[in-house]
């Protein structure tokens, strides 16, 4: 039992792992941002549709099945963090502790305006779980980007790269819903979503060139925001986002909700190389100097090893079973 069988010796393998758990890390904020994305567009689409309540119906049968599900990966994404590299965790978390709480609020009245909204048939209380499910489903991501923002950025709550930030993830979960809704959808609401989803994908683009402006500019970033990997992750994205115009005018819907998704992946992929090789610019610390001993990084990575891909499954199973386009009345 000394030193569990040599765990402590090295790293498993003699494998990178800082390195691996950082990409893991954001592969995790990826997949959050993308699955969870378009629930949250999907709330703000509720907002659209006014007061056609069929189309509010089929919008909260659409996301339903999956929303919780999808929320778990922010915990995972959290937890990793926690684990792996608790000082640059707790450097984060400690300067953004009100922003996170607002962030929790705005996923609880997100999570709880549906399952209320269902209870009465009474215009007046529809109408008020309404308007906080789509508060919920605008307000957590712009907290979010705002976070995301201000972390790459170095600098405490609210820096303006994170006040550009916050509505420029708004814009792309928009993105993100528009191209799930078209997948789950059939008939008017479907023929309804294209021009939403192109004035989104039009603010996302505008909103990511003044971000990279910002933190260029007011956050003294430069060195971070010009370099190959953004330069790349950006012309990818531009392509990405003519596909996706394309993709919904010819109603290739699956290919759109690639194509969201390619774009989500290239701005988490914007993020996480702008940071490398700190992980929190504000404390300075890189990513070797934030992780955890060797020991518990190894116990980690066999962990996550073993749940990661039951994880995966569980979603497969979850989309598999919701396959199919969504009603007014359900599945």
Do not use: C
Not at 8 to 27: K, M, S, T
Not at 142 to 168: C, I, K, N, Q, R
């Amino acid at each position: 039992m000394t030193d569990l069988y040599g765990l402590a010796d090295g790293p498993l393998f003699g494998l990178p792992l800082p390195e691996l758990w950082f990409g893991l890390v954001f592969a995790m904020l990826a997949t959050f941002l993308f699955l969870d994305g378009f629930d949250f567009g999907a709330g703000v689409v509720f907002g659209l549709v006014g007061d056609d309540e069929t189309a509010r119906e089929t919008v909260l049968s659409a996301v339903g099945p999956f929303w919780d599900g999808n929320e778990v990966w922010l915990v995972v994404f959290g937890g990793a963090l926690f684990a792996v590299f608790p000082a640059a965790y707790a450097s984060l978390f400690g300067r953004h502790y009100l922003l996170l709480f607002g962030v929790l609020a705005a996923l609880i009245a997100r999570g709880l305006a549906p399952e209320m909204y269902e209870q009465r048939h009474d215009d007046r209380w529809q109408r008020w779980w309404g308007h906080a499910f789509v508060a919920g489903s605008v307000a957590a991501p712009a907290l979010l980007g705002v976070f995301v923002g201000d972390w790459v950025a170095g600098t405490g709550s609210f820096s303006p790269a994170g006040l550009v930030a916050g509505p420029t993830v708004v814009a792309l979960t928009i993105v993100s819903g528009v191209a799930f809704l078209r997948v789950k959808t059939r008939g008017a609401l479907r023929d309804r979503l294209r021009p939403w989803g192109e004035r989104a994908l039009l603010a996302y683009l505008v909103g990511v060139g003044a971000t990279l402006v910002a933190l260029a500019t007011t956050a003294g970033r430069a060195d971070a925001v010009v370099s190959p990997t953004v330069a790349g992750s950006v012309v990818v994205s531009l392509a990405l986002a003519a596909g996706y115009v394309v993709a919904l005018r010819r109603d290739r819907d699956h290919a759109a909700l690639v194509a969201a998704a390619g774009l989500t992946v290239g701005l988490v992929t914007v993020v996480a190389s702008s940071l490398y090789p700190t992980i929190d610019p504000a404390s300075g610390l890189t990513v070797s100097e934030a992780a955890v001993s060797t020991l518990p990084l190894n116990l980690t990575s066999l962990g996550a090893a073993l749940l990661l891909p039951l994880v995966a499954t569980y979603f497969v199973v979850l989309y598999s079973a919701f396959a199919g386009p969504a009603r007014a009345e359900g599945y």
